[in-house]
């Protein structure tokens, strides 16, 4: 099962909790979206762009996201969620996400989000700065030219 979420630098290990499935017995769709949302903040946690925001005003926004629903999830489980940046251009990034089960052992999920770089204080969009771009090259231990 590791082979499956090979190639994300960031992993995270959760379980599907009772409360998330929904009246049909499995995990509802939504909270996919929150297993994302929390390996992207992870990642944003590693690379100290949280912290950039305080002292530069300029942050992560997310502009868009999709999931491909691949496996039912449901309780009790536990599931890996990857996070990893496939593309990046001056001001934004391609995330992806993968959803591994471990009762399944199988790939439940997998989506990706753009991810937008923003000026908080003046409200528009902004370059990633270059050492949020040199933190996200290293973890990544690739370039984005």
């Known amino acids: ?5 090979e ?12 409360g998330e499935m929904d009246s049909f017995g499995h995990v ?3 909270v996919y979206f929150r297993y994302f949302e929390s390996a992207r903040i992870t990642y944003f946690e590693r690379i100290g762009y949280l912290e950039t925001i305080k002292t530069t005003g300029v942050g992560p926004i997310l502009a868009s996201t999709c999931c491909n629903f ?9 599931i890996y969620v990857g996070a990893k940046i ?10 992806q996400y993968r959803i591994v089960s471990e009762k399944l052992g199988k790939i439940a999920a997998e989506g990706d ?10 409200g528009r969009k902004a370059p990633v700065p270059p050492e949020i771009r040199a933190r996200i090259e290293a973890l990544e231990e690739r370039s984005f030219t």
């Open 113 to 122: 989000g753009w991810i937008v770089s923003f000026n908080y204080r003046e």
């Open 7 to 18: 190639g994300f630098p960031v992993v995270m290990e959760l379980p599907v909790v009772w």
């Open 1 to 5: 099962m590791r082979e499956q979420i």
């Open 70 to 78: 691949k496996k039912a999830l449901t309780f009790p489980d536990k």
């Open 86 to 95: 496939s593309e990046m251009s001056e001001d934004r990034f391609r995330m």
């Open 28 to 30: 509802n769709n939504i």
